[in-house]
């Protein structure tokens, strides 16, 4: 019902029996304020759209462009015990939703006879605006979704808003249950009637996904949390759907969530049979079913390497995830597993090399397949990984079926400064992003002049799990690149580095030579490194000047600091790793730096990225 109509009813309410002006007025506004929600709420998102768009075009515009000083940026988070913080945006926009709906529905509730907050005119207005926010909250919830493909935004960062919507509109159902229960249930509403036990059902179904939403619940066991999740989530939409069946509200509230969760899973589909079609139809021209196959690899007793092919249609951008599913090795056949992909698409311009190299395979059948390799690292936990691990024998590969391309990376153009922190199998998302960083660096299509790389790793010879592929990434960089590099790998273990592994190519370290320090990361740059020498191994990496091995835990703070206080202009800071390494980040960003702040520091953008495997 639109304005003008509601407007009509007002009219219409003033010329009737005093008996029935608060029934017209109610109905009135019960139809009109959720729809004024609904149109808020679509303005906000469209200026977000809007502002995302620009975003973008700017960076585009001026990726080329150098900086000279901009003004400082902190960014704020709130405290929330020992291990959890709150983004003060995310705060922000939970009490903004919430201040919305509660609003609309309290709003104009005197009665005609002047009683406050009258409870006919909330009840079921409250039940309306709960009903209109119902395709809103799951569309947040989707992995395909329109407002994530229009705002930029992924799926995985609006994850959060999914579960802010559902508590805000758990509370607002609760305001319309006790509404109705302050009314009393007469007539057709007695507990006895199908729809209003689909309502109790309802209500308490989403309750229940509410508590179990809860970070320190979710987190326990996740794979126990996603069955819970999806019952309870199918349970809540058909006794929702049964609760408004032969109202109105049926087609702009249950309906349409319904389409939105079908359409999501059709399209899941779509994705796992085009992604994985040589398994479905295996044909002359398409690759044989057995070349889908994943191989995966013990790389220590806590992580895995997984790799496999997929056609050169599948394309990713550097930092995005898929989800993997193992038939043979998942509790459920359908079961999947969201994986950072390690590796980027353009394999073959020389950044990155194939893991097939580091066992002698350079023949021109496996070099045309580095476009379509997909390598992820896996950190072995209970539940899935741990079966992975176990399954693990010489030779032997596993069915994969992979969906995706999913979440959205920053895109690394206008920036002077880009520093990549990653802990353990944070690796997975931060050197896909070098390695994307230095090919447009090559190709020009950026003016990045300094780009800094931080792994904290628990034992030094991890390092060797990505050696081949920064050896032939570093090799291929043009001495007048004029790109200042600094690499800083801190191994948190007391184990040393192993002779083998660092006399790939060059002479084994001594323990002595790691802690030394290397030449300042002032100096050390693409333009005046030497280049490396034969062969792939962490010698031949730490040799180069810019790349430093320390032990201990690496001062975030400090590090941070010090290289913000050296920049100019646009600063990206991206990091991804335990709760305690992002908070740390966090902390040394929004600390204000008085002598930056007074001679003009950089602007600084924070990206977190939470695990994916």
């Not at 590099?485 to 790691?514: N, P, R």
């Not at 709760?579 to 730096?593: F, K, Q």
Request: charged share 20%; proline share 5%; hydrophobic share 45%.
């Amino acid at each position: 019902m639109d304005a003008s109509l509601a407007s009509n009813l007002v009219h219409r309410a003033a010329t009737a029996a005093p008996a029935n002006v608060d029934k017209v007025l109610r109905v009135a506004r019960s139809w009109a304020y959720p729809k004024q929600v609904l149109y808020l709420l679509a303005s906000f998102i469209s200026l977000v759209v809007l502002c995302n768009r620009l975003s973008f075009a700017y960076q585009y515009l001026t990726r080329k462009r150098t900086y000279r000083q901009c003004k400082p940026t902190d960014w704020w988070t709130i405290p929330i015990g020992r291990w959890y913080t709150l983004n003060l945006t995310e705060v922000g926009l939970t009490a903004a939703y919430v201040g919305i709906l509660l609003s609309w529905t309290f709003v104009n509730t005197t009665s005609a006879t002047g009683i406050p907050v009258e409870v006919h005119y909330y009840s079921n207005r409250a039940g309306t605006i709960a009903a209109s926010q119902l395709p809103l909250m799951a569309a947040l919830g989707m992995r395909n979704n329109l407002i994530s493909w229009f705002t930029g935004i992924g799926f995985d960062k609006l994850n959060f808003l999914h579960r802010m919507a559902a508590r805000s509109l758990c509370l607002i159902l609760w305001i319309h249950a006790s509404g109705r229960l302050t009314l009393g249930l007469h007539d057709d509403e007695v507990i006895t009637n199908a729809w209003i036990r689909s309502g109790v059902l309802a209500i308490t179904s989403l309750t229940l996904l509410c508590f179990l939403t809860l970070r320190p619940i979710r987190e326990r066991s996740y794979q126990v949390f996603l069955g819970v999740h999806f019952v309870l989530a199918f349970v809540c939409i058909v006794a929702i759907f049964f609760h408004l069946r032969g109202r109105q509200l049926t087609h702009y509230g249950a309906w349409p969530t319904m389409i939105v969760w079908g359409l999501d899973r059709f399209l899941r589909i779509v994705r796992t049979i085009a992604h994985n079609f040589g398994y479905f139809m295996p044909t002359k021209t398409s690759s044989k079913s057995s070349d889908l196959d994943a191989s995966v690899e013990v790389l220590s007793p806590h992580f895995l390497r997984l790799t496999l092919h997929r056609p050169r249609s599948f394309r990713w951008r550097a930092g995005q995830s898929a989800y993997l599913s193992f038939p043979s090795v998942s509790t459920f056949p359908l079961e999947a597993h969201p994986f950072t992909i390690a590796s980027i698409p353009d394999m073959e311009e020389g950044l990155g090399a194939s893991l097939d190299n580091e066992k002698g395979k350079d023949e021109p059948e496996n070099r045309g397949k580095k476009e379509r390799e997909l390598v992820f690292f896996v950190r072995v936990r209970q539940g899935f990984t741990s079966h992975l691990l176990d399954s693990v024998q010489p030779d032997k590969r596993h069915k994969v079926f992979v969906n995706g391309p999913y979440s959205s990376p920053p895109v690394l153009v206008g920036y002077n400064t880009v520093i990549l922190i990653a802990g353990g199998s944070g690796i997975a998302f931060t050197l896909p992003l070098f390695l994307d960083l230095l090919s447009r660096v090559k190709r020009n299509d950026v003016s990045c002049q300094r780009v800094v790389f931080l792994w904290a790793i628990r034992d030094a010879e991890h390092i060797q799990w990505i050696a081949s592929t920064l050896a032939s990434t570093l090799s291929s960089i043009p001495s007048n690149l004029g790109l200042s590099i600094s690499m800083k790998f801190y191994a948190t273990g007391s184990s040393a580095l192993s002779s083998d592994s660092a006399s790939a190519s060059a002479s084994s370290l001594a323990d002595d030579d790691l802690e030394k320090a290397t030449p300042s990361t002032e100096s050390g740059s693409a333009s005046a490194t030497p280049k490396l020498k034969e062969g792939t191994g962490i010698g031949a990496i730490l040799e180069l000047p810019y790349v430093l091995l320390e032990r201990g835990r690496p001062d975030l703070r400090k590090f941070i600091r010090d290289e913000i206080a050296g920049s100019v202009g646009r600063v990206s800071v991206n990091v991804c790793g335990t709760y305690a390494l992002t908070d740390s980040v966090r902390e040394a960003i929004r600390v204000p730096r008085l002598m930056d702040i007074l001679r003009g520091g950089p602007t600084v953008t924070l990206h977190v990225e939470s695990f994916g495997g």
